[in-house]
């Protein structure tokens, strides 16, 4: 059962554009909301993260948006570049503890 | 500082054996986690270990076994390997009080053929 649901799968955007991911959970115990980035052959890094006493946080280029009654939460990235081009997970986590939920992923492609 | 180190990074592994993965956690980290990535069903988590005990596990079958030693180091192993079992196994550290950050290692790739 995916607790974690992400949209969409695959994204292509031009250089300078503002990709959106969005991500929607279940569980309502789930109190910690992180974005990781993955690059081909790495493991998954931690981008930015929230909670749901926070509607938005930016860090950088980066930012998330929290919606706790709808459920949902996205990742804006600004002004894309090529190098931003990754996989993107999205996860939640109950009590900010190490069992993270992952949703299924979004290829980000940025073109020049 | 030294990032999370996973050993082997790659593997192959004939079905109806056992492997052994390894996993040594950033300086000072005393969580150290375990996840499976798979093309069709993601990230998962297989379970967590603090101070040497298990404190959280994944649905995964108990052919998944893991254990930490007690300066922090972990071993995961996978008994009567199947064709499934083919994945990206990572895995994770963190200082495990709190709510701190989870950092990852690059993953060892097993191949069951």
């Known amino acids: 059962q995916q607790q974690v649901k992400q949209s969409p799968q695959s994204l292509i955007v031009q250089k300078g554009g503002i990709p959106i991911i969005n991500c929607a959970y279940e569980n309502t115990a789930f109190d910690y909301f992180p974005w990781y980035q993955q690059f081909p052959g790495k493991g998954p890094a931690l981008l930015i993260a929230i909670r749901p006493d926070v509607s938005e946080k930016k860090e950088g280029r980066f930012t998330i948006s929290f919606n706790k009654s709808a459920k949902q939460f996205s990742l804006h990235i600004m002004d894309s570049q090529p190098g931003d081009s990754a996989t993107y997970f999205c996860a939640a986590s109950i009590n900010a503890g190490n069992m993270l939920t992952f949703g299924g992923g979004t290829r980000l492609m940025v073109k020049p | 500082k030294a990032g999370v180190t996973q050993t082997p990074r790659y593997l192959i592994k004939t079905r109806g054996q056992q492997v052994t993965l390894s996993c040594s956690p950033i300086s000072g980290h005393r969580s150290v986690s375990w996840y499976q990535q798979t093309p069709g069903q993601g990230l998962q988590f297989l379970f967590e270990y603090f101070s040497e005990t298990q404190r959280n596990k994944g649905n995964f079958p108990g052919r998944f076994s893991g254990r930490q030693f007690s300066n922090s180091r972990s071993e995961m192993n996978v008994s009567t390997l199947e064709l499934g079992d083919s994945a990206l196994y990572l895995c994770?550290?963190?200082?495990?009080?709190?709510?701190?950050?989870?950092?990852f290692g690059e993953g060892s790739w097993l191949t069951v053929v």
């Open positions: 994770a550290s963190s200082l495990g009080t709190g709510r701190n950050t989870i950092y």
